[in-house]
């Protein structure tokens, strides 16, 4: 166990710069969890170091398992940064649709002003209704 630890810090140390405090300071600040899922405690399979492949910079600990696509690091890889902020969106209080909806149920003259999601021009009722 001793010998798996040490080169489990090594590793770490070769690839993100990261000493075996860092990382123990890391997995203390996160609640000694996963930073995304808060479940898994790295007991059963040690945390990863998630980090950006651009900057090398180290960003969380995060549940891994390289043949495993449930796990929080796999999630992250499988959509960019902005997909993964727009679906945090839609979890948001009010949700995106709630302004939509709002305008389609709002008072108004029977063709009222739609606001975009996404950036684009507001548009009007009829103009979807062609």
Sequence with gaps: ???SLSKFFADIYDKY???PAEYRALYRAQGGRCF???RASGKAKRL???HNH???EVRALLCTGSLNANTCNRLIALYSREALLRGAA???DPP???TVLAAMRG???GDPLIPSLVGNPSFHLHEVLR
């Design 1 to 3: 166990m001793a010998d």
């Design 17 to 19: 710069e990261i000493t």
């Design 36 to 38: 995304v899922c808060r």
């Design 48 to 50: 990863g170091v998630d």
């Design 54 to 56: 651009l900057t090398s």
């Design 90 to 92: 839609v979890l948001s």
């Design 96 to 98: 995106p649709a709630r």
């Design 107 to 109: 008072e108004h003259d």
